[in-house]
């Protein structure tokens, strides 16, 4: 089974919550999953954005998408009536990433959570150097590009797209983060 994962530090900066070290603890011996797009998210390889859905309370929630990294055509009444979206590919990944959160909050209701996560050119790299330079060629490759930011650029990039960062948390060496669509008037 995964991993529950707890809070041991968190730190404001610019008054969004950074949260750093968690402790891994051992989950339930059980654990019931009756959304199949929670089950989808899981299976495509989002246990630690199960961890963290759960973590911010969410993972209950209806109306809850995954924008898949394997599946890229989406129709705009799919994102109608949506609770939460959560977009699985690094932000790292996306070759026009200001232009994919724009069109991301264009269809998004006001105060819809939209959760994704990226590596923060911050975080230490682990020594494993062979495997982190393969590791990147594989990025390259498949994306056409790699986009180092950290935690300040996703924050201002998202606020000016139309978000308000409600938390981003570092989990095994990626950032994961919580913005709702601000209701602009």
């Given at each position: 089974?995964?991993?529950?994962?707890?809070?041991?530090?968190?730190?404001?900066?610019?008054?969004?919550?950074?949260?750093?070290?968690?402790?891994?603890?051992?989950?339930?011996?059980?654990?019931?999953?009756?959304?199949?797009?929670?089950?989808?998210?899981?299976?495509?390889g989002g246990e630690m954005f199960f961890h963290y859905l759960t973590w911010l309370g969410i993972v209950n929630e209806p109306d809850?998408?995954?924008?898949?990294?394997?599946?890229?055509?989406?129709?705009?009444?799919?994102?109608?009536?949506?609770?939460?979206?959560?977009?699985?590919?690094?932000?790292?990944?996306?070759?026009?990433?200001?232009?994919?959160?724009?069109?991301?909050?264009?269809?998004?209701?006001?105060?819809?959570?939209f959760i994704g996560c990226f590596t923060d050119k911050r975080v230490p790299k682990k020594i494993e150097l062979p495997y982190s330079?393969?590791?990147?060629?594989?990025?390259?490759?498949?994306?056409?590009?790699?986009?180092?930011?950290?935690?300040?650029?996703?924050?201002?990039?998202?606020?000016?797209?139309?978000?308000?960062?409600?938390?981003?948390?570092?989990?095994?060496?990626?950032?994961?983060?919580?913005?709702?669509?601000?209701?602009?008037?």
């Open positions: 089974m995964g991993n529950i994962l707890v809070l041991n530090k968190s730190s404001i900066i610019s008054d969004n919550k950074i949260r750093t070290n968690f402790i891994e603890r051992k989950a339930a011996p059980e654990r019931i999953i009756n959304n199949p797009v929670i089950e989808k998210l899981i299976a495509e809850i998408m995954v924008i898949s990294s394997r599946h890229h055509y989406y129709d705009h009444n799919d994102f109608k009536n949506l609770t939460t979206l959560v977009n699985q590919k690094k932000l790292n990944l996306i070759k026009h990433l200001d232009s994919f959160l724009n069109v991301i909050c264009s269809v998004l209701s006001p105060n819809t959570n330079v393969y590791k990147r060629r594989i990025y390259f490759s498949e994306s056409g590009s790699y986009i180092e930011i950290d935690k300040l650029d996703v924050s201002e990039l998202l606020e000016s797209c139309g978000f308000e960062v409600m938390d981003m948390t570092e989990i095994n060496r990626l950032t994961y983060f919580s913005a709702r669509k601000i209701n602009i008037r």
